[in-house]
């Protein structure tokens, strides 16, 4: 009787450990078909979670010997290796153990620094005063709130007092976004740039020394998901039609906001080598934003990227809020003389880059012009799903 629970067991164990090992491999794999569709492209996010799953696997397969059964034993020991190699190489740059991509400030002059920080309030959360505190404390020049309908407006609505700087759209679809400055505007507007419900940020904002302004965007594509896109296409065509934007101006740019998106996947990179703008998070650390009430599951979701311009005086993660993201706070300083060594640190795009670009702006037109062809034949409402 023994013999056989034993057995059994082991049969458990052996079955386990080939799911686990199989389930790694095709989740590695399935984001390098660059395909859009959003089964696919959800593994992009959880490369942590991957290597975890991986070692927990390998370390069954060793457990029960595997290298003493045939080769196919031994290659589940080999692509369990590969994985994790491959996955940890892709989140090492988001480590403490690489160079930083952008250096740390050295000004002290307050007068050309700039502080920003960047809420998903989570639209059906109802812990406003919580989160009214939190900005209230951090006390950051730039606030952007996102997933914010009216009643959010009201909760957050003290900040103007503040912040008198203003330039909102509220709406109850989970896209609306409020946006207060403490310091001065010029050119804001808010903007639809694929998506007639997903708004956008852009504006100028005037740091302290009174002479030096510079280029924001506030964004909050769609992630690829069941309930909200079946495909990544508009998602990576908004951030790409402002990294193009980005790409024939030399000002002093800023971009921030809920990108659905990880700042490891193929999209963000292509966007940063498009923009010519640079990670503060590499060689910082994750600080990982989504989700709030699972420690086991997260990732960086909401990003700050930011122009050579720009070294950082303090970059964290901020208290809990109710909501399924925490909110994300920089500090920077305005150093243009070091600009041409930062510019060192970025990424340059190639020809097949700006090609590659342009197709996914043309992809994302095309979704939306369809979707829209749709909705005008199908006049039932679309529901939405918190993101």
Known sequence: MLLQLSSLLTNLLVGLTWL???????????????QTAWWIRVFDFPRLQIVGVAVVSLSGALGLRFW?????????????????????ARILPYTRLVRKQ?????????????????????????QGAR??????????DIIMAVE???????????????????????LDNTYGLLFFSRLPLENFVIKYLLDDDV?????????????????????????????????????????????????????????????????????????RRISGLMDPRVGRGLLPTFHADYSLLRWPLDHVFVSAHFKVDDMERLPYVGS??????????????????????SEEADFEDHKEALEKIKEGFEEENEEEQEEATDPEPKKVLTT
Not at 68 to 83: H, S
Not at 105 to 118: P, V
Not at 232 to 247: Q, W, Y
Request: with cysteine; aromatic share 8%; proline share 7%.
């Open 20 to 34: 686990l090992g199989v389930a790694v491999v095709v989740a590695t794999l399935l984001p390098l078909l660059r």
């Open 102 to 126: 952008v250096g740390d400030s050295t000004l002290k002059d307050g007068r050309r620094h700039l502080s920003l920080a960047m809420m998903n309030v989570l639209q059906f959360n109802r």
């Open 199 to 271: 708004p956008s940020l852009h504006t100028r904002v005037q740091l302290p020394d009174g002479r030096t302004w510079v280029r924001l965007y506030g964004l909050h594509p769609k992630p690829p998901a069941p309930a909200e896109s079946k495909t990544s296409t508009k998602r990576d065509a908004e951030l790409l039609l402002v990294g193009k934007e980005i790409d024939r101006n030399e000002e002093p740019t800023i971009v921030f906001g809920d990108m659905n998106d990880v700042a490891w996947s193929h999209t963000s990179e292509l966007f």
């Open 68 to 88: 003493d059964q045939n080769w196919a034993w031994r290659l589940l020991l080999l692509t369990q290796a590969a994985v994790i190699v491959y996955q940890i």
């Open 324 to 345: 399924d993201h925490f909110p994300i706070y920089i500090k920077l300083s305005y150093e243009p003389h070091d600009k041409e060594v930062q510019e060192e640190n």
């Open 131 to 140: 989160a009214l505190q939190v900005l209230q404390q951090a006390d950051p």
């Open 148 to 170: 914010t309908d009216d009643w959010w407006y009201q909760q957050l609505k003290p900040l103007e007092t503040t912040h008198p700087y203003v330039c909102h759209e509220p």
